[in-house]
């Protein structure tokens, strides 16, 4: 049996109250218990009439998953790939064996010792139904996986589930993937499937053998994510969002973001009202 780690949110009710997440380094195939969990995509619930939803998932249905994942990545030789440069970084889908889930995914090639290939997943059935996120990374000769990491800040993680609950967003895609050291840096389509970006940036950091959430965006309205648009520059140092106003559109602006430790800081807004 693959070692591997599993953080997963802890919840009552509808909503996430203390955004604590456990992690187990040894997965034997079974659950811890036989409660359902709900699964969220870094700290979000989305509603159920969203377009794209988040169905629940047990403990053992999810252990099962990213099990059958690794050997996929395994069998697939596909560490070897990203290794030698053998595969891009544009998006790929997979038919999970066994299952009637498909893995959506992008990959990360390591470009420095301390970096690691890496493949950041979204499983579901089709386009519509998303069941899990989960982070896949090749290290000490073996793939290890978890699910999606949630802020271990509880005020942080409410505020964004008080914001999204609102929002009509789906489930969320990942755009593009870019680590330094121990630091991965994403892009995530916050929108899914739907017609219109809704793009942010979040920054996770390994520590030993599982991922953490170091950094993500707090908003006041989920509007402000209507038909964002980011892009990197400078490796994982800094970013540029394209944001459209949802109530005027012809009134756009550019934010400019820079990492300064383990967060992104506003540095700069350029601002463009068109008549």
């Known amino acids: 049996m693959l070692k591997k780690t599993f953080v997963f949110s802890m919840i009552a009710m509808l909503f996430l109250i203390s955004g604590c997440s456990n992690a187990a380094s040894e997965r034997n195939g079974t659950a811890e218990n036989d409660q359902t969990e709900k699964v969220y995509f870094s700290e979000v619930q989305f509603k159920n009439q969203s377009y794209i939803s988040i169905e629940e998932i047990n403990l ?155 950094w993500v965006p707090t908003y006041d309205n989920w509007e402000i994510l209507w038909d964002s648009i980011v892009e990197f520059k400078n490796g994982i140092q800094e970013f540029t969002v394209n944001r459209t106003d949802i109530k005027d559109p012809e009134h756009k602006w550019t934010e400019t973001w820079k990492l300064q430790g383990e967060q992104y800081v506003l540095v700069s807004t350029n601002q463009e009202a068109h008549q």
């Open 60 to 214: 053992q249905e999810i252990n099962s998953l990213l099990n059958k994942a690794e050997r996929v990545l395994t069998d697939r030789e596909l560490s070897n790939l990203i290794l030698r440069g053998a595969i891009n970084e544009d998006p790929k889908m997979y038919l999970i064996p066994e299952s009637e889930l498909t893995m959506f995914y992008r990959i990360s090639k390591p470009r420095s010792s301390n970096e690691v290939p890496i493949v950041a997943a979204r499983f579901g059935e089709g386009a519509n139904v998303t069941r899990i996120h989960a982070i896949l990374w090749y290290q000490d000769g073996e793939w290890k996986s978890q699910a999606y990491p949630i802020s271990n800040n509880p005020s942080l993680t409410k505020k964004r589930m008080d914001i999204f609950e609102k929002s009509p967003f789906g489930s969320g895609d990942f755009i593009e993937l870019r680590q330094k050291d121990k630091y991965l840096a994403i892009i995530v389509n916050m929108g899914g499937g739907g017609t219109h970006y809704a793009q942010e940036v979040q920054l996770l950091k390994r520590n030993n053998d599982k991922w953490e959430i170091a």
